[in-house]
């Protein structure tokens, strides 16, 4: 499995400088932009969107059925029970073991508990859970939209061919910008990666996974590059 790591990295480098060079500067630099906005702007505005979105189309929602559920007087264990399932349907690809905890029911019977507005504590407690899928979707989402108007804009609206004046520098430049292209694409890769591999329910296909890393000769180096950004970024939105 080791060498199916070194042969992602060493094909993918080959796809990235070949390209480069056959598009030239300004193409290549074109596909560069798309690549890092594709990632910025959903890495700015996923979490304040998804926010918009929970408070407009989720809050309301959500504080209705806790109501609902509170009025059927079932007990506090069965009502626990039935609150704990209005989000155990999310599933679990969602959450990041590292940095999010879920809800548990001893939680939840702690807020029936509480003096005041038992709904409220209840949606408190819930809401993580809740925003932390919409902010996942909301940012593949707004990734896969940047991606591809950028792509049709940068088709139809702004055309950047060739210039055969240059010749050997504009295809040198590009090689240039498809090494660039090269790096973006692995530190999306290996966030990419990580966050999926911080899901993993299984122990031993995660071990396995670590130990072909370990033994890997190219991707090895390139995977233990310390991702500061990503740690950050899942922490202070919950993801």
Not at 84 to 113: C, E, H, M, W
Not at 173 to 194: E, R
Request: hydrophobic fraction near 55%.
């Amino acid at each position: 499995m080791s060498a199916f790591f070194d042969l992602v990295v060493v094909v993918a480098a080959a796809i990235f400088l070949w390209t480069g060079f056959k598009k030239g500067f300004f193409k290549s630099i074109v596909d560069l932009i798309t690549m890092i906005l594709s990632v910025l702007v959903p890495y700015l505005f996923a979490p304040s969107l998804s926010e918009y979105y929970y408070h407009n189309f989720v809050y309301s929602g959500l504080v209705g059925k806790i109501n609902d559920i509170l009025a059927q007087n079932g007990g506090l264990i069965n009502s626990a029970k039935n609150i704990l399932g209005l989000v155990s349907g999310i599933p679990n690809i969602f959450y990041n073991k590292t940095t999010f905890s879920l809800v548990s029911i001893n939680d939840i019977l702690r807020a029936l508990q509480s003096s005041g507005d038992k709904s409220s504590a209840i949606e408190s407690l819930l809401k993580p859970s809740i925003l932390h899928a919409i902010t996942v979707v909301m940012f593949a989402i707004l990734s896969i939209i940047t991606f591809t108007v950028l792509r049709l804009l940068f088709k139809y609206a702004f055309k950047f061919p060739r210039v055969p004046f240059f010749g050997l520098i504009d295809s040198i430049l590009g090689l240039c910008m498809g090494i660039l292209k090269f790096v973006v694409f692995m530190f999306i890769f290996i966030v990419a990666f990580k966050s999926v591999l911080f899901m993993v329910p299984n122990a031993d296909l995660v071990n396995d996974i670590n130990l072909a890393i370990d033994e890997s000769k190219v991707f090895k180096p390139i995977y233990n590059v310390n991702v500061d950004m990503l740690s950050d970024y899942l922490k202070s939105h919950q993801i």
